[in-house]
Nanobody, 124 residues
C-alpha cells in the first residue's frame, strides 16, 4: 500500500510561482508512474501532468504547458510540480497519484493511489 502526502500549497498572487511536493511511502517509488491532477471548485477533476518512472517522459495538459514542470527524485521518493506564471484559473486542490502501470497515462482511472490534496489559490 502506497501513501501519498502533498505539501507546498498556499495562496499566491497572479504571475507568481509555487511548488507542490508529494512524498510517497510504503512502496517502491521508482516503479510508479506519477501524475498530478487538480479539481477546481464546482468542476470535475482534471489531468495536469505526468512523469514516467525514470523521468524519460513528461506530458502536460495544454493549459499549463510552458508554465508548469513536473519532476521526480526517486532517491527521495518525491514528485514535484513547479508552477510558474500562475493564473487565477489555476486555483484548485492539487492531487498527486501513483500508477502501477508502465505508461505515462493522463487517465485518472489508471491510477491506483491518491493523496489527499494540497489547495492552491491564485489571487488576481
Amino acid at each position: 500500500q502506497v501513501q501519498l502526502v502533498e505539501s507546498g500549497g498556499g495562496l499566491v498572487q497572479a504571475g507568481g510561482s509555487l511548488r507542490v511536493s508529494c512524498a510517497a511511502s510504503g512502496g517502491t517509488f521508482s516503479m510508479y508512474v506519477m501524475g498530478w491532477f487538480r479539481q477546481a471548485p464546482g468542476k470535475e477533476r482534471e489531468f495536469v501532468a505526468v512523469i514516467s518512472r525514470a523521468s524519460f517522459n513528461q506530458y502536460y495538459t495544454y493549459s499549463v504547458k510552458g508554465r508548469f514542470t513536473i519532476s521526480r527524485d526517486n532517491a527521495k521518493n518525491t514528485v514535484y510540480l513547479q508552477m510558474n506564471s500562475l493564473k487565477p484559473e489555476d486555483t484548485a486542490v492539487y492531487y498527486c497519484a501513483a500508477s502501477h502501470g508502465t505508461i505515462a497515462t493522463m487517465n485518472g482511472g489508471d491510477y491506483d493511489y491518491w493523496g489527499k490534496g494540497a489547495p492552491v489559490t491564485v489571487s488576481s
